[in-house]
């Protein structure tokens, strides 16, 4: 079985999060906009590393990568998941091979269909980004939820905002927090942040300004810093 190398699933990883904070295009109203800020914050984060980041990959790739696209396809199309996977992530970061997102669709769906769990989340992210097919935010739920409940944290935060925005989903606060909350207690600050916001205006929770600080505080401990004052009070827009 093909092995993932871990310079591959960074690049995947990395460029997802650039795709969804380009184009998720989720809204928010001036109440709730917290949410959106987070793509924003992401985004300013990513555009900052990416060009080093990547730079780095590429070299990773040419100096570690020692089997041929050949050896790869022959391994996929005999069902090897890993070998599915990272296929699938070479063309969605075009490592090696142009850039294709309809190709790498194609082998994430076999390795998500297969149960690889970073596969499914990288399939919501382009469904829900509309990358090499329209938009669905349908499709984007059922992977994210399918990748969430095997424990992928990423996953977990979106199904999170999903369920806040009500795409692809019925909005519903509660499963909102539930979800972020998952993710929070295994140290993703995105989704402290957005706990502390919910509990701070009582969105799916009673109004806790307790937990909202706390959580607050356990984001800003991670360098965190988007979202409130030192303190940690969330600055008014």
């Known amino acids: 079985m093909y092995s993932k190398p871990n310079h591959i699933?960074?690049?995947?990883?990395?460029?997802?999060?650039?795709?969804?904070?380009?184009?998720?295009?989720?809204?928010?109203?001036?109440?709730?906009?917290?949410?959106?800020?987070?793509?924003?914050?992401?985004?300013?984060?990513?555009?900052?590393?990416?060009?080093a980041e990547n730079n780095e990959l590429e070299?990773?790739?040419?100096?570690?990568?020692?089997?041929?696209?050949?050896e790869l396809l022959e391994a996929a199309n005999e069902g090897d998941v890993d070998a599915q996977y990272v296929i699938g992530a070479m063309y969605f970061e075009g490592l090696d091979v142009d850039k294709n997102y309809v190709e790498a669709r194609r082998w994430f769906l076999?390795?998500?269909?297969?149960?690889?769990?970073?596969?499914?989340?990288?399939?919501?992210a382009i469904y829900g980004s509309g990358l090499g097919i329209a938009s669905d935010y349908i499709a984007a739920a059922k992977w994210f939820e399918k990748s969430a409940n095997q424990?992928?944290?990423?996953?977990?935060?979106?199904?999170?905002?999903?369920?806040?925005?009500?795409?692809g989903v019925e909005q519903d606060y509660l499963?909102?927090?539930?979800?972020?909350?998952?993710?929070?207690?295994?140290?993703?600050?995105?989704?402290?942040?957005?706990?502390?916001w919910m509990y701070l205006y009582g969105l799916g929770v009673n109004p806790?300004?307790?937990?909202?600080?706390?959580?607050?505080?356990?984001?800003?401990?991670?360098?965190?810093?988007?979202?409130?004052?030192?303190?940690?009070?969330?600055?008014?827009?």
């Open 208 to 237: 806790d300004h307790v937990k909202s600080l706390i959580w607050y505080k356990k984001a800003k401990e991670q360098g965190d810093n988007s979202s409130f004052h030192p303190l940690g009070i969330r600055k008014q827009q």
């Open 59 to 70: 070299n990773e790739v040419a100096e570690d990568y020692s089997q041929t696209m050949s």
């Open 151 to 167: 424990g992928n944290v990423n996953a977990q935060f979106f199904m999170g905002l999903l369920y806040f925005e009500g795409k």
């Open 9 to 51: 699933n960074r690049a995947v990883h990395l460029g997802l999060w650039l795709a969804l904070a380009v184009g998720f295009g989720l809204s928010a109203s001036a109440s709730d906009k917290v949410i959106t800020e987070q793509f924003k914050v992401q985004q300013e984060r990513n555009s900052q590393n990416s060009l």
């Open 110 to 124: 076999k390795a998500a269909e297969q149960g690889e769990a970073n596969a499914q989340y990288a399939l919501g």
């Open 175 to 196: 499963k909102a927090r539930e979800w972020f909350d998952i993710a929070a207690r295994q140290g993703d600050p995105k989704s402290q942040v957005n706990l502390g």
